[in-house]
């Protein structure tokens, strides 16, 4: 396995990631727990150090399951990434009470990376700003909770540069680019951007 830098953070990323929103699924659509969490640990053995979930993937399910893997020893072996179900928010109370159950389910008292999930123009102005999110990531972080703040991205290279410029607290970013993507959404351009400004960031769809 190789390994890359994490931008400003220092921290040394397997250069592949193991995502867990598609894990391997029984005959009845259910996830293979007992698949998944071989799958995992030999991922994490063989040199993968950084895995990502969120709170919709597979209903809810996949952190359980990654909690699940990450016992006997395979949670010091990682670092863990989960994201705020942003669309779910409320009022600035709910990013705790979102954040408490996710660590509950994960089985951990910290989550590494944590990101604010799949920003959009809509999200961006509705909830990231009007709920203070980036603020409660500090919170999260200074309370032990968290180490790294990010957000995931679908949207405009245009509002990709806004959010980056918005906030000086972002540790990294996670966008969508691969061989035929490289203009579409934050692309190259945003790509570079990022990295310019001292921002890790992790691809998704490669």
Same mark, same amino acid.
């Given at each position: 396995?190789?390994?890359?830098?994490?931008?400003?953070?220092?921290?040394?990323?397997?250069?592949?990631?193991?995502?867990?929103?598609?894990?391997?699924?029984?005959?009845?659509?259910?996830?293979?727990?007992?698949?998944?969490?071989?799958?995992?640990?030999?991922?994490?053995?063989?040199?993968?150090?950084?895995?990502? !979930?969120? %709170?919709?993937?597979?209903?809810?399910?996949?952190?359980?399951?990654?909690? *699940?893997?990450?016992? &006997?020893? /395979?949670?010091?072996?990682?670092?863990?990434?989960?994201?705020?179900?942003?669309?779910?928010?409320?009022?600035?109370?709910?990013?705790?009470?979102?954040?408490?159950?996710?660590?509950?389910?994960?089985?951990?008292?910290?989550?590494?990376?944590?990101?604010?999930?799949?920003?959009?123009?809509?999200?961006?102005?509705?909830?990231?700003?009007?709920?203070?999110?980036?603020?409660?990531?500090?919170?999260?972080?200074?309370?032990?909770? !968290?180490? %790294?703040?990010?957000?995931?991205?679908?949207?405009?290279?245009?509002?990709? *540069?806004?959010?980056? &410029?918005? /906030?000086?607290?972002?540790?990294?970013?996670?966008?969508?680019?691969?061989?035929?993507?490289?203009?579409?959404?934050?692309?190259?351009?945003?790509?570079?951007?990022?990295?310019?400004?001292?921002?890790?960031?992790?691809?998704?769809?490669?």
């Amino acid at each position: 396995m190789k390994y890359r830098i994490m931008g400003k953070t220092g921290v040394q990323v397997s250069a592949l990631g193991f995502g867990t929103m598609r894990l391997p699924l029984t005959d009845d659509g259910a996830v293979d727990e007992e698949e998944a969490v071989r799958i995992l640990r030999a991922g994490i053995d063989g040199g993968v150090n950084y895995v990502d !979930t969120a %709170y919709p993937y597979h209903g809810g399910f996949s952190e359980t399951v990654v909690g *699940k893997a990450l016992q &006997d020893g /395979y949670r010091e072996k990682v670092w863990l990434a989960d994201k705020c179900p942003v669309w779910l928010l409320e009022e600035e109370g709910d990013f705790e009470k979102f954040l408490d159950e996710q660590l509950q389910k994960l089985q951990t008292d910290h989550i590494d990376f944590y990101l604010l999930h799949a920003l959009s123009r809509e999200r961006y102005e509705e909830k990231v700003k009007k709920l203070n999110l980036t603020k409660k990531l500090e919170e999260a972080k200074a309370a032990g909770k !968290t180490r %790294y703040i990010g957000f995931s991205f679908h949207d405009s290279l245009d509002l990709f *540069k806004e959010i980056i &410029d918005s /906030y000086d607290g972002w540790d990294f970013c996670q966008i969508q680019y691969n061989y035929i993507n490289l203009t579409h959404q934050a692309g190259t351009e945003g790509l570079k951007y990022a990295a310019s400004k001292g921002l890790g960031v992790v691809i998704m769809e490669p």
